[in-house]
C-alpha cells in the first residue's frame, strides 16, 4: 500500500566539518490515476493517505459532482488475476446514473504536479469553473482574534508536516452556535497544496456538508487563483492564508464575493475582498 511517509538515510554535512548518518523522514509522493467508469480522468501527484477525500474533492472541484449521492462507488483498481492485489494508485470512480459523465475525450492529458492544480486541464476555457454555490449573500462573519488564531491551530494539527517538514495544509472551520471560537471540522495535509484543500472539500461532500456556509479555510501557504475557486465551488465564503494571494485570487475572490486573507501570521493580517465578515470588536 502506498505510504504517507518514508524513513531514508541521510548525511549531514556542517561547515564545521562535521558529518553524521541518520535517518530522516520523508513526505510520500506518488501519482494517483483517477478513473471515471473505467476511463481515465486525471492523474495527480500527491502524498498517500486520503485518497477518496482527494478523489471526491476533486471531482468537486472540476465541477463533475456536488453531492455525496452523486457518487455511486469509490475503490481502489483491482489486478486481473487470481490474487487480485489492489492498486492503491488508481481510484475507479463510478457515477450515480443521473450525472453527467465529463467528456473523457478531452482529459487532462498532462498529469497534475503537486504544485499545480490546473496543470494539464485541456483547454483555457476549462480553467474557470461555475461553481453551484453562491457566497455573496452568506454573511459568513468571524472575529479577527478568532481569524488571527488559525495559522497556529493549523500548525499545531500537522502531524506529518511534523515529521517531514514537506507538506502543506488546508483546515475547513465551522462556525460556533454561541457565535464563540470556530470549530476544527477537518484538516487535511498534503505535499500539493492544491491536494490538500481537495482533501478537505471531498470530506465535506462525502460527509454530505456541502454547501460549507458560514466556514472559513485555512491554508498553510498563499493563495491562488486555483484555491479561491476550490473554496468557491464547496460553497466557502472565507479564505484565510499564511502568504500572499496573487492578483488573479484576489481579483476572482472581488467576482464572486468572496473573502480573501492574506498574510495572516497571528497578529495581523490583509484582507483583500469582502472584509465586512471580519469583526474588529
Known amino acids: 500500500m502506498a505510504a504517507t511517509t518514508r524513513r531514508w538515510r541521510v548525511h549531514r554535512l556542517g561547515r564545521d566539518g562535521q558529518t553524521a548518518q541518520r535517518a530522516d523522514v520523508l513526505a510520500g509522493e506518488e501519482p494517483l490515476e483517477i478513473r471515471i467508469g473505467g476511463v481515465s480522468y486525471s492523474v495527480t501527484m500527491r502524498t498517500p493517505g486520503n485518497d477518496f477525500d482527494l478523489v471526491a474533492g476533486f471531482l468537486v472541484s472540476e465541477g463533475v459532482v456536488a453531492a455525496a449521492g452523486q457518487i455511486r462507488q469509490m475503490d481502489y483498481r483491482s489486478s486481473v488475476g487470481p490474487t487480485g492485489e489492489r492498486d492503491y494508485n488508481v481510484v475507479e470512480v463510478h457515477l450515480a446514473p443521473d450525472v453527467a459523465v465529463p467528456d473523457t475525450t478531452l482529459p487532462r492529458h ?28 452568506d454573511p459568513g462573519g468571524l472575529s479577527l482574534e ?55 472539500i471531498g470530506w465535506a461532500v462525502r460527509e454530505s456538508l456541502l ?32 502568504s500572499a494571494p496573487s492578483a488573479l485570487a484576489v481579483e476572482l475572490g472581488e467576482e464572486l464575493g468572496l473573502t480573501v486573507v492574506g498574510f495572516n501570521r497571528g497578529e495581523q493580517l490583509n484582507a483583500y475582498t469582502r472584509q465586512d465578515r471580519i469583526r474588529s470588536g
Do not use: W
Open 110 to 137: 498532462v498529469y497534475t504536479s503537486s504544485s499545480c492544480g490546473v496543470c494539464g486541464t485541456a483547454s483555457i476555457e476549462a480553467v474557470r469553473k461555475t461553481s453551484r454555490y453562491d457566497v455573496t449573500s
Open 211 to 242: 454547501p460549507l456556509r458560514g466556514s472559513v479555510l485555512q491554508v498553510s501557504g498563499r493563495a491562488s487563483f486555483e484555491l479561491v475557486q476550490k473554496a468557491a465551488m464547496a460553497g466557502i465564503p472565507v479564505l484565510s492564508a499564511v
Open 146 to 200: 478568532h481569524l488571527l488564531a488559525l495559522p497556529d491551530r493549523l500548525r499545531q494539527g500537522q502531524a506529518v508536516f511534523g515529521r517531514t517538514g514537506g507538506v502543506h495544509a488546508a483546515a475547513v472551520f465551522v462556525p460556533a452556535a454561541d457565535g464563540g471560537e470556530p470549530a476544527l471540522a477537518c484538516l487535511r495535509e498534503d505535499v500539493g497544496r492544491h491536494n490538500a484543500v481537495d482533501k478537505v
